[in-house]
């Protein structure tokens, strides 16, 4: 018989270590002669980024500690390692540079020199030259501003040495790839204001016999479209996802200009490119290809034009697909399953696992997400997914309606999945329902919904998130007097924004967020290069609209805040930095409203460190029982400050 105990009160199996411990999440997936390599990420060695390969049902460490396969290429990092032979080359954290280890003597030694200064030179993405050559894309600080970085393409010789610049076409790249024949490379260019899911431009140059580029041209893209990922398919042919008409459709790229759609679909089958180096769809042969359609893996026939699910129990999958001997290798998780590497049968569908489950808790404690679809009242279609409590130990007394937490994605052009997610576990299991939303400007749902946040970021993710908490309400599934926001980076901003517009919501826990527009934007802002004309798009070009962007601004508006707020911020953050968070903490100070402020050594953008996501986890539920009146027994008491 189920104990009768307050929703938010449920004693729970789930801890924030557990939580933590199943961060160890895998990245970067490649096969390299019959055997499956990737990066993995690792909370409990301080986030370091190790390297694996499974050969023959086992396991292998390519990169032991102190090594970590990580870049800072746009902040965001790119594809980091690449297989040379018998050795590997990758990028290191600590220091930026390219280094060749050898697998068998285990000797490391870097290709690239010691930069003048700490960071000051990058590299990412990396990707197979001529021989004798890896091929990346570099990225240099030129000036004092976070803005002032310039980035070409280079050869980087396997012997060591200065690298070779190859092209420097637009502001933002993506590596050169070789045709087969060595006598073309092909990358994806980029420039301010657009971002890559705006505006990219594929091109294509040849390669001369000294190893030099020509000229490039455009193939596709530009004018408004997007491309997100580019493969040859052979000495004149790429194969190319771009969105001429709204959707990342797969094409045929031929060198003569020819363009072709192999399966026209109102289908996603790319996303936003953040980390350069991503791929989302790899020939299987036979005129047939791997894709990601929505985040789930489909088989796209290009004789028949159609789009096939395979293994729909899988319901996301990473952007880092492989083939062996015809099967599909990636990263993908399920409503029931954590992210693992998994091995899927074309023909048969059936899912081999490649790497273990963390322990998980019995799955009566685990919600099982509900998909659901919202309209706002000028009818716009909001989908979410809704994690309800679940703890077969526990009942809610009779007509008490549980507290909700409404998450809001980071991106904004990120967006969710119906996956286990042990972050939500760690609060349904306690008796706190989650919602995430997929708001305006969400990718997954064509060009047309993600351009509803164009000009309208504040404005519309506000709103549907909104819509969709008032409508729980409505139904009579949540609390509406513990009702609470809480999002990371963009959805961090969301959570603030919507504090201090709205009034549907208690409280608010505010991670690593934007909070001042202006200050955060353009070429003296305080955010990276990558994103500082981001809100070009989102808010709108300054100064024109310099009114709006302080409107909107949550540090302008701190005399409208609907109740506590909870912020938690990395102080080595080079996206959002502290300073923002900082100068909102301080706008609070004396105004009696309840608040408290977290920050973090050693902690960029997003929490990668054991004990940081421990914390920060804690802090939240603490927080919670605070603001909506429950006790939270064994995590630690949070000072709430006025």
């Known amino acids: 018989m189920p104990q009768i105990a307050p929703f938010g009160t449920w004693s729970s199996p789930i801890r924030a270590a557990d939580v933590a411990a199943a961060g160890v999440v895998p990245q970067w997936l490649d096969v390299v002669d019959g055997a499956v390599w990737w990066a993995e990420a690792r909370p409990a060695e301080d986030g370091r980024v190790a390297l694996v390969r499974f050969l023959d049902g086992t396991v292998e460490e390519l990169l032991p500690a102190p090594w970590s396969a990580r870049n800072r290429i746009h902040e965001y990092g790119g594809r980091p390692w690449l297989a040379v032979g018998d050795a590997l080359a990758f990028t290191h954290w600590a220091d930026q540079r390219i280094y060749l280890r050898d697998l068998r003597s285990g000797e490391v030694r870097p290709l690239t020199p010691e930069p003048a200064e700490p960071h000051g030179v990058r590299f990412g993405d990396l990707r197979p030259g001529p021989e004798g050559e890896v091929w990346a894309v570099r990225e240099r600080s030129t000036g004092p501003r976070r803005t002032d970085v310039s980035r070409d393409l280079v050869a980087v010789p396997l012997a060591g040495g200065e690298p070779r610049s190859l092209a420097a076409s637009h502001h933002f790249l993506t590596a050169p790839q070789l045709s087969p024949d060595g006598r073309h490379a092909a990358w994806l260019g980029w420039n301010h204001p657009a971002m890559p899911w705006d505006e990219t431009e594929l091109c294509v140059a040849e390669v001369g016999p000294d190893g030099t580029f020509g000229p ?44 072709r759609n192999l399966a026209p679909a109102e289908a996603e089958l790319g996303g936003a490119l953040w980390k350069i180096g991503s791929r989302w769809t790899v020939p299987l042969g036979g005129g047939r290809h791997a894709v990601l359609a929505s985040g789930r893996l489909s088989v796209l026939d290009e004789a028949t034009g159609s789009l096939t699910p395979v293994a729909p129990e899988l319901t996301a999958w990473s952007p880092s697909l492989g083939v062996l001997d015809g099967d ?61 409590p679940a703890n077969p ?24 999945h119906p996956v286990l997610d042990l972050d939500f576990a760690y609060f349904t299991s306690r008796g706190i329902g989650v919602v995430a939303v997929d708001y305006g400007g969400s990718t997954g749902y064509g060009r047309r919904f993600r351009e509803r946040l164009r000009e309208q970021w504040g404005v519309v993710d506000v709103a549907d998130c909104a819509a969709v908490a008032e409508a729980l309400v409505a139904e009579g599934t949540a609390d ?54 981001y809100l070009d798009g989102l808010v709108g070009p300054l100064p024109d609209t310099a009114e709006r962007y302080r409107q909107r601004s949550p540090i302008h508006n701190v005399a409208t805040l609907a109740g506590p707020v909870l912020l938690l911020q990395g102080l080595e953050d080079e996206i959002c930095p502290p300073e923002q968070a900082e100068r909102f903490i301080a706008a609070l100070e004396g105004t009696g409203i309840p608040h408290a ?7 960029q953008h997003g929490f990668r460190r054991a004990e940081t996501i421990v914390a920060a986890l804690e802090a939240e539920l603490a927080f919670y029982g605070q603001v909506f009146g429950f006790a939270t027994p064994g995590v630690p008491v949070l000072e709430l400050r006025r």
């Open 393 to 416: 130990e526990f009942s809610a007394p009779d007509g008490e309606l549980p507290p909700y937490l409404v998450h809001a994605h980071g991106g904004p052009t990120g967006r969710n």
């Open 480 to 533: 509406p007097e513990r009702i609470a926001i809480r999002g990371g980076s963009a959805g961090g901003f969301t959570s603030a924004a919507s504090m201090t517009t709205v009034a549907t919501y208690r409280a608010a826990t505010i991670k690593f967020p934007i909070l001042d527009l202006a200050e955060w934007t353009g070429e003296g802002g305080e955010t990276h290069d990558f994103e500082s004309r």
């Open 597 to 603: 402020y977290l920050a973090f050594e050693g902690e």
């Open 328 to 388: 599909v290798v990636g990263i993908a998780a399920g409503p029931r399953t954590e992210n693992a590497v998994v091995r899927v049968g074309v023909s048969d569908a059936t899912v081999t696992a490649l790497t273990p489950q963390p322990p998980l808790p019995p799955a009566e404690y685990l919600p099982v997400p509900r998909n659901r679809t919202f309209r706002t009242a000028q009818g716009a279609v909001v989908p979410a997914y809704v994690y309800p």
């Open 216 to 259: 490039h041209r455009v193939l596709a893209g530009g004018s408004g479209v997007s491309v997100c990922q580019l493969d040859w398919e052979g000495p004149d042919t790429l194969l190319a996802l771009l969105d001429p008409d709204g959707w990342w459709n797969l094409h045929r790229v031929r060198l003569d200009g020819t363009v």
